[in-house]
């Protein structure tokens, strides 16, 4: 089977280019599988209700999430309802929402998706690898192919979760830095693995955000708002060929695409 994991869309640019060619992707590559990181999509920070229906709408089956996705309240609500929603897994007990789920694909294959997210420079969370433990074995219970979303900052700790998780999950994918890395592959295990996926949105701009803006912040170190920018989107996503029987991954391919194409 194959799954196609799309990077944090940011902002409204990431989303009309998804929407304008994510059913392109699917039919070239034959995709049974659309997820992507939603926390950005909202004018660059959060989701809401609409925004999300935009996503499920274009064609993704699974949106998981990250820092970010506590940013707009109305969400609080939608994820104690929306199974396809995720956030990570490994925040406080008693707060809304789960951080995996099993989805199956219009052919019936099952497939588990987990979203965690890293401490290394970011929030003092759960550990991510001890919550990663009972979630997988759950999930194991119902399928092999289990795919992973780790939103975290530090390559390390990218890293380390990759090879925790080997041969135990078909792919550990991370999201959050926005910028796409060049070191996928198969871990011995059969687990595929990749840095960062990227992002959906603005390649004129810093991590999806206006130029302007972010060097006044760094040049100043003001607190300056950061605007969301809008020119020349690039779709920034991984496809995962994966074994139905073993849940192992068989390949890997990063994909970065203007057009759909």
Same mark, same amino acid.
């Given at each position: 089977?194959?799954?196609?994991?799309?990077?944090?869309?940011?902002?409204?640019?990431?989303?009309?280019?998804?929407?304008?060619?994510?059913?392109?992707?699917?039919?070239?590559?034959?995709?049974?599988?659309?997820?992507?990181?939603?926390?950005?999509?909202?004018?660059?920070?959060?989701?809401?209700?609409?925004?999300?229906?935009?996503?499920?709408?274009?064609?993704?089956?699974?949106?998981?999430?990250?820092?970010?996705?506590?940013?707009?309240?109305?969400?609080?609500?939608?994820?104690?309802?929306?199974?396809?929603?995720?956030?990570?897994?490994?925040?406080?007990?008693? /707060?809304?929402? =789960? #951080?995996?789920?099993?989805?199956?694909? $219009?052919?019936?294959?099952?497939?588990?998706?987990?979203? !965690? +997210?890293?401490?290394?420079?970011?929030?003092?969370?759960?550990?991510?690898?001890?919550?990663?433990?009972?979630?997988?074995?759950?999930?194991?219970?119902?399928?092999?192919?289990?795919?992973?979303?780790?939103?975290?900052?530090?390559?390390?700790?990218?890293?380390?979760?990759?090879?925790?998780?080997?041969?135990?999950?078909?792919?550990?994918?991370?999201?959050?830095?926005?910028?796409?890395?060049?070191?996928?592959?198969?871990?011995?295990?059969?687990?595929?693995? /990749?840095?960062? =996926? #990227?992002?959906?949105?603005?390649?004129? $701009?810093?991590?999806?955000?206006?130029?302007?803006?972010? !060097? +006044?912040?760094?040049?100043?170190?003001?607190?300056?708002?950061?605007?969301?920018?809008?020119?020349?989107?690039?779709?920034?996503?991984?496809?995962?060929?994966?074994?139905?029987?073993?849940?192992?991954?068989?390949?890997?391919?990063?994909?970065?695409?203007?057009?759909?194409?």
């Amino acid at each position: 089977m194959r799954l196609l994991f799309i990077g944090d869309i940011v902002g409204r640019a990431g989303r009309r280019l998804l929407v304008d060619c994510l059913d392109r992707l699917i039919d070239h590559h034959l995709v049974d599988l659309v997820v992507a990181n939603g926390e950005n999509a909202a004018a660059g920070y959060g989701l809401t209700g609409s925004v999300l229906k935009e996503l499920f709408d274009a064609g993704v089956d699974v949106v998981t999430s990250g820092n970010h996705i506590w940013d707009k309240k109305e969400i609080m609500a939608i994820l104690d309802h929306e199974i396809r929603l995720l956030r990570p897994a490994n925040y406080p007990p008693g /707060l809304p929402g =789960v #951080g995996s789920g099993v989805y199956e694909t $219009a052919a019936g294959i099952k497939v588990g998706v987990m979203n !965690l +997210e890293g401490r290394v420079f970011m929030k003092n969370l759960d550990c991510p690898f001890r919550a990663a433990d009972p979630l997988v074995e759950k999930l194991r219970q119902e399928t092999p192919i289990i795919f992973v979303d780790f939103h975290a900052e530090a390559t390390s700790e990218k890293q380390a979760m990759g090879f925790y998780l080997d041969g135990r999950v078909s792919a550990v994918v991370g999201t959050h830095t926005h910028v796409q890395t060049a070191d996928e592959r198969i871990l011995a295990g059969g687990t595929g693995y /990749l840095t960062d =996926v #990227g992002m959906s949105g603005s390649q004129d $701009a810093i991590i999806g955000n206006e130029k302007e803006s972010a !060097l +006044e912040r760094f040049l100043t170190q003001l607190p300056v708002r950061l605007e969301v920018a809008k020119k020349d989107p690039q779709l920034s996503a991984v496809l995962l060929t994966i074994d139905e029987k073993t849940g192992r991954c068989e390949q890997i391919e990063r994909i970065q695409t203007e057009t759909g194409r």
